[in-house]
């Protein structure tokens, strides 16, 4: 275990905290012999994908799990939600958050519908329901809430919104699975919801999503949306694309299942704490969760208070990521700050104070299973240690070296680019 100091830190020429890095989205692995008998017996069966035993089985296992009534696996959470807006009949424009990753934009942009940016509320981070009426025109046809790091939108506002003025409902909830609001499991609201079971989840398929839904009628379309349009065989009934999700990946799916619930209490065990490391330490304030609900606390989000840690934001990040500890800015600069969206709509900004205030402070620290209690206090002493030092270190912090942390660091350190 390395001792920090201020001189000793890496960034100043001294060993990093960590040999082996620590990620954000590091994925959580179950238990593997089952992961390789699941595999043998897709291979033994001669059956790899299109709607096989083991996608069958994960979508039973999701749908109950979110207490929807069906749930169409996809290979990705983008896929899912591209054939969900696209079954749902969204055109014209469809509001959302700019504070989400820019999958969510995407995914309405490439189907030709223009994606209004809408400001966040400053306590739960997903989408303020006060901004989007002032945002709703005649061309509006729906509203995508995003529950942000698996804090869960204001279900009850949106839904009221959305039935006053005739839109159609869709959740982002790729963060949210396992988590609840008012006691009801995310998955049963709206007119559907998307998750991502990308190797970053918590729980993974290596790469894989679902639409949930509990009407008949949108989950026979999504069905064939996902195959094609097929209906049966050489019969096509309507415009479609592969979204189909593969038996390995369902494999993967139904292995992290298995583990749900030791994957959620060691990801709830690092959030705590972080939360009582950071307590005293001026200015970083974690994102609180509602803890009377169910929450899968997969992503430990932290703002930096910069008046009160005397550190800018940028700076802690390339501190920590000398030190092997590889937070991310989930999700700085905000879709709206992004391209092609920066071009398009160059006012977009104007209406989302919240959403760069918290884009310019998050941080999103490592959890999960490859994080432990030790891993979580040697960070929190090295924020501590930046923290109360600040301005010494701001002074000897070489600006002519800075790391750029607009390249990922996927296979860090060797990717980490020193300017
Ligand atoms: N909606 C929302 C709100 C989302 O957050 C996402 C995805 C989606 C929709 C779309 O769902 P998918 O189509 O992805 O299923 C990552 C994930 O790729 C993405 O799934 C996730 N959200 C997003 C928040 O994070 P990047 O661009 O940050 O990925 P990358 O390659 O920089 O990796 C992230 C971190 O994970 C790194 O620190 C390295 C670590 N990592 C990653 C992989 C793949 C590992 O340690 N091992 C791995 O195998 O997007």
Not at 60 to 78: M, S, V
Not at 150 to 166: E, F, K, P, S, T
Not at 371 to 396: F, H, K, Y
């Amino acid at each position: 275990m390395v001792k920090k100091t201020i001189n000793n830190l890496a960034i100043l020429g001294g060993p990093p905290l960590f040999t082996r890095p620590r990620h954000v989205g590091q994925p959580n692995i179950g238990d593997r012999g089952k992961l390789i008998a699941r595999i043998n017996n897709i291979l033994d069966a001669s059956w790899l994908t299109n709607n096989g035993a083991c996608v069958q089985q994960f979508e039973r296992e999701i749908a109950e799990l979110a207490g929807a009534k069906h749930c169409i696996a996809t290979c990705n959470g983008t896929m899912a939600l591209e054939v969900a807006i696209r079954v749902l009949g969204m055109q014209g424009e469809v509001l959302l958050p700019s504070f989400t990753f820019v999958a969510t934009a995407h995914a309405l942009q490439l189907q030709g519908i223009v994606p209004v940016f809408c400001d966040i509320e400053p306590d739960t981070c997903c989408i303020d329901p006060l901004q989007i009426e002032k945002m709703i025109t005649p061309r509006t046809s729906g509203i995508i809430g995003v529950d942000l790091w698996g804090n869960v939108c204001n279900v009850d506002a949106l839904a009221d919104i959305a039935r006053c003025y005739g839109l159609k409902l869709l959740f982002d909830s790729a963060h949210s699975f396992g988590c609840s609001w008012n006691g009801n499991m995310v998955g049963s609201f709206g007119d559907a919801a998307i998750f991502s079971f990308h190797a970053t989840k918590f729980v993974n398929a290596f790469e894989g999503g679902a639409v949930v839904t509990n009407s008949d009628a949108t989950a026979a379309k999504l069905r064939q949306m996902i195959n094609f349009g097929f209906a049966g065989i050489d019969n096509v009934e309507s415009v479609g694309t592969n979204a189909k999700m593969c038996e390995a990946s369902a494999a993967m799916g139904l292995t992290s299942l298995e583990s749900l619930d030791e994957f959620i209490s060691i990801n709830r065990r690092n959030y705590m704490r972080y939360k009582s490391n950071l307590a005293d330490i001026s200015g970083l304030q974690l994102v609180p969760c509602n803890e009377k609900e169910k929450h899968n606390y997969q992503y430990v989000p932290v703002r930096n208070k910069r008046a009160l840690t005397g550190m800018p934001r940028d700076d802690l990040v390339k501190v920590l990521w000398k030190e092997n500890v590889f937070v991310r800015r989930y999700f700085y600069p905000g879709c709206h700050r992004m391209e092609p969206y920066r071009s398009l709509y160059p006012g977009a900004g104007s209406v989302l104070p919240e959403t760069q205030r918290l884009s310019d402070e998050i941080i999103c620290f490592p959890t999960g299973q490859s994080v432990s209690l030790e891993d979580v206090d040697q960070i929190c002493g090295v924020l501590r240690l930046l923290v109360e030092n600040a301005e010494t270190i701001s002074e000897v912090l070489p600006r002519e070296a800075q790391v750029d942390v607009t390249q990922h660091a996927v296979r860090a350190p060797l990717q980490l680019i020193v300017k």
